[in-house]
C-alpha cells in the first residue's frame, strides 16, 4: 500500500508561483501513474495533471496547460507540480493521487490511492 503526502501550499498573489510536492512512501512512486487534483469548495474534484508510470507522458487540463509542470524523481519517490503564473481561479485543495501501473487517465475512478491534500490560494 502506498501513501501519499502533499505538500507546499500557500497563499501566493496572482501571477505568482507554488511547487507542490507529493512524496510517497511504502512503494516506488515511479511504479504507479500519478495525478494532481483540484478541488474548490461546491464543485466537483477536477483533474490537473497526470503522470504515466512508464516512459513519463503526461497530460494537463486545458486551464492549466502552458503554466503547470507535472514531474517525478525517483529518487526522491516524490512526484511534483511546479504552478506558475497562477490565476486567482487556481485556487483550490490539490491532492495527488496514484494507481499501480495505471493508464495515463483522467477519471478519479482511476485512481486508488490519495492524499489528503494541500492548500493553495491565489490572491488577486
Known amino acids: 500500500q502506498v501513501q501519499l503526502v502533499e505538500s507546499g501550499g500557500g497563499l501566493v498573489q496572482a501571477g505568482g508561483s507554488l511547487r507542490l510536492s507529493c512524496a510517497a512512501s511504502g512503494r516506488t512512486l515511479s511504479t504507479y501513474t500519478v495525478g494532481w487534483f483540484r478541488q474548490v469548495p461546491g464543485k466537483e474534484r477536477e483533474s490537473v495533471a497526470v503522470i504515466w508510470w512508464l516512459g513519463g507522458s503526461s497530460v494537463y487540463a486545458d486551464s492549466v496547460k502552458g503554466r503547470f509542470t507535472i514531474s517525478r524523481d525517483n529518487a526522491k519517490n516524490t512526484v511534483y507540480l511546479q504552478m506558475n503564473s497562477l490565476k486567482p481561479e487556481d485556487t483550490g485543495d490539490y491532492y495527488c493521487?496514484?494507481?499501480?501501473?495505471?493508464?495515463?487517465?483522467?477519471?478519479?475512478?482511476?485512481?486508488?490511492?490519495w492524499g489528503r491534500g494541500t492548500q493553495v490560494t491565489v490572491s488577486s
Open positions: 493521487a496514484a494507481r499501480y501501473h495505471g493508464a495515463l487517465k483522467t477519471a478519479i475512478a482511476e485512481f486508488e490511492h
